[in-house]
């Protein structure tokens, strides 16, 4: 695993996946405006990747993922 000093851990829902793991958004700016500035994808780091049910089972772990904005539902702060 990487250094996350200057990274902020998020969840991230689809359609199918929740996917836990950490943004390039340093400590105090804002996701909207972070999810407005990016492009088609989504780089997240060290994620965890989940069926999107409740208790879903861990399906991937990546040290890097790229997660295509059209299909974030919802993206919160952990």
């Known amino acids: 695993m990487s250094s ?14 929740r996917i836990k793991g950490y943004i390039d958004l340093l400590p105090g700016a804002r ?3 972070y999810m ?3 492009r088609e ?3 997240v780091m060290d994620a965890e990747i989940y069926e999107a049910e409740v208790a ?3 399906v991937l772990m990546a040290p890097f993922i790229d997660v295509n904005r059209n ?8």
């Open 4 to 17: 996350h000093e200057n990274k902020t851990k998020v969840t991230i829902l689809t359609g199918t996946y």
């Open 31 to 33: 996701v909207t405006d």
């Open 36 to 38: 407005q500035e990016s």
């Open 41 to 43: 994808f989504v780089a």
């Open 56 to 58: 879903g089972r861990q």
């Open 71 to 78: 299909h974030i539902q919802i993206i919160t702060l952990c």
